[in-house]
């Protein structure tokens, strides 16, 4: 993925969630959902157009939302800045939305239906694999992330398993987990994340 999107751009201010409650961070959070489900601006405009536009909205919001069930919103702080130049793992990228969505529909009729073990490969802000976990697909979900990126995918996980019970958490603990993985050094950082050769059902 190359940096000079223009995604990056912050001339255009995001909705405010009405139903975010009063809490300065929750203002700022835009759900997928509801942008790509409300009205047209314009009763003309093609449905790419809106898309499109609904998108760049969310690439440009501080906070996303993706509403797993009426229980669970799952809340991605994006790190625009240096995804705008040090790396591209700052902000969610549409495919994230939309693979989660795919998966969603997909294997909606069983449980772990994606497998026993799903590895992300360059997670990002790590909406796709908590959306994996959160919507239990698969029993065991390992996001990986280069250094640069890792602490604010390390942020997003706390955020969002922060509310499980602590029996539920230790389990979380072997269920969810968020490892270094660099290119450069990648046998080095399988085996200290102990990822081993055929031991994923689903990358």
């Known amino acids: ?4 999107k223009t995604r990056c751009r912050k001339d255009r201010k995001p909705k405010e969630n009405k139903d975010a409650g009063t809490n300065k961070d929750e203002k700022s959070l835009v759900c997928f959902q509801d942008v790509m489900t409300s ?3 314009h009763a003309d405009e093609e449905d ?5 536009h609904a998108l760049f909205e969310l690439a440009n919001a501080p906070i996303v939302g993706y509403r797993i069930d009426s229980n669970i919103m799952l809340r991605i702080h994006q790190d625009q800045q240096d995804a705008c130049g040090q790396h591209t793992g700052g902000i969610v990228w549409e495919t994230s939305f939309l693979l989660l969505n795919y998966l969603r529909q997909r294997y909606s009729k069983g449980k772990y239906a994606c497998g026993k073990t799903v590895l992300e490969v360059g997670a990002g802000c790590g909406l796709l694999g908590l959306g994996i976990y959160h919507s239990k697909l698969a029993k065991r979900v390992v996001l990986t992330e280069t250094d640069l990126v890792m602490p604010n995918l390390q942020r997003n996980v706390a955020i969002n398993t922060s509310s499980l019970t602590t029996t539920t958490t230790n389990a979380h603990n072997d269920r969810l987990r968020v490892c270094s993985l660099d290119w450069t050094r990648c046998q080095q950082d399988c085996d200290k994340a102990k990822i081993k050769a055929h031991s994923m059902d689903m990358i």
């Open 1 to 4: 993925m190359t940096k000079d």
């Open 39 to 41: 009205d047209h601006d």
């Open 48 to 52: 790419s157009e809106f898309a499109a």
